[in-house]
């Protein structure tokens, strides 16, 4: 920082914001902290009083703070997102269309470690609709060594470290187990719930199946759901540990490569996911989906409804904020269990 001659400024930073006061018409920042001082501010910075100027000065090797956070951006900018214009030193990206928005956590925690710049990001692995916000990018002073920059694009890779999914799965089977819905006694209020929640991805539930508690007939039920072919299958109930409760067996006898049976998440434990050899999800859904806001399908369905497959570590991962706190009025997934 300097003190320099207004006249002298020309291509220089300003280091804090300068107030113009026009009696009865404006008095706010008539130049931003930040601003490139360019030949026609001279005269308005004169008519201000400001003959002698606090400035960065732009030496090779330093970039302005602009320049620095588009170079940020373009580390983050994948397909399916639209970029800000810059406002003191800080870009932003927004998607373009609803999906899956996904962060490469290794590699975004690489370029924030080097000093002087950050990287900031809303939470991966959950769903965002057009518009939505997806990370701001700046450095903290208002000039910076492009050896910083340079270090951070080392850091990064040659892929972005967003990426933005569109839906991809447009059709479900839904199976709904147990004896007393299948006979009429209790009317299937699982169902619907599921549909709702589909809904909100773009996914129709094409089958449904009331085979009632036997484990040959939710087999059975499955293979029929399975003829259909749809993208994803879902059997609702009969997930515990009693004895009468045979849905996973029966999901286990159709031949899935079983992912989990299980899951660090609360409510929504006794979740089972499944793939089939061509790809196709099918997972056993805890009773607690049914009546529950939020739960661990709300978890994983964004990345199944992209369809990207969960493993193992996936699920493991959910442990670190899967319990949900019960809020008397509930708010996700502007919550800790939505992140």
């Known amino acids: 920082m300097k003190l320099i001659k207004t006249e002298e400024a020309v291509g220089h930073v300003l280091c804090h914001d300068l107030t113009q006061i026009i009696p009865g018409q404006f008095k706010g920042a008539r130049f931003r902290k930040g601003h490139v001082v360019t030949e026609a501010d001279l005269p308005v910075l004169l008519s201000m009083g400001k003959e002698k100027l606090y400035v960065w000065e732009l030496e090779p090797g330093m970039l302005h703070e602009n320049d620095a956070a588009a170079r940020l951006v373009r580390l983050c900018k994948g397909p399916g997102m639209a970029e800000s214009e810059v406002r003191e030193g800080k870009i932003e990206l927004k998607a373009e269309f609803d999906g899956l928005f996904r962060v490469d956590t290794a590699r975004l925690g690489a370029v924030n470690a080097i000093d002087e710049l950050m990287i900031a990001t809303r939470r991966g692995n959950t769903a965002v609709r057009a ?85 040959a007939a939710v087999r059975a039920a499955i293979e029929a759901a399975r003829a259909v072919r749809p993208d994803l299958i879902l059997c609702t109930g009969g997930m515990s540990v009693d004895p009468d409760d045979n849905t996973p067996g029966a999901i286990k006898a159709t031949g899935p490569r079983i992912v989990s049976y299980g899951a660090p998440v609360l409510p929504g434990a006794m979740l089972l996911l499944a793939y089939y050899e061509d790809g196709t999800p099918i997972l056993g859904l805890p009773g607690c989906v049914m009546y529950a806001k939020a739960t661990v399908f709300d978890r994983i369905l964004p990345r199944v409804a992209a369809g990207v497959e969960l493993s193992k570590a996936d699920l493991v991962a959910l442990g670190e904020g899967g319990l949900c706190l019960g809020c008397e009025t509930c708010h996700y997934p502007i919550c800790p269990f939505g992140g």
């Open 131 to 215: 518009g939505d916000k997806l990370c701001g990018t700046r450095v903290i002073p208002l000039v910076i060594r492009e050896e910083k920059l340079r270090a951070a694009e080392a850091a990064a890779g040659d892929r972005p470290l967003l990426e933005l999914l569109p839906w991809k799965l447009r059709s479900a089977a839904v199976v709904t187990t147990g004896g007393e819905v299948a006979k009429g006694l209790v009317q299937d209020a699982f169902t619907p719930v599921l549909a709702e929640k589909l809904k909100a991805y773009g996914i129709e539930i094409i089958y449904h199946s009331l085979p009632g508690d036997e484990p």
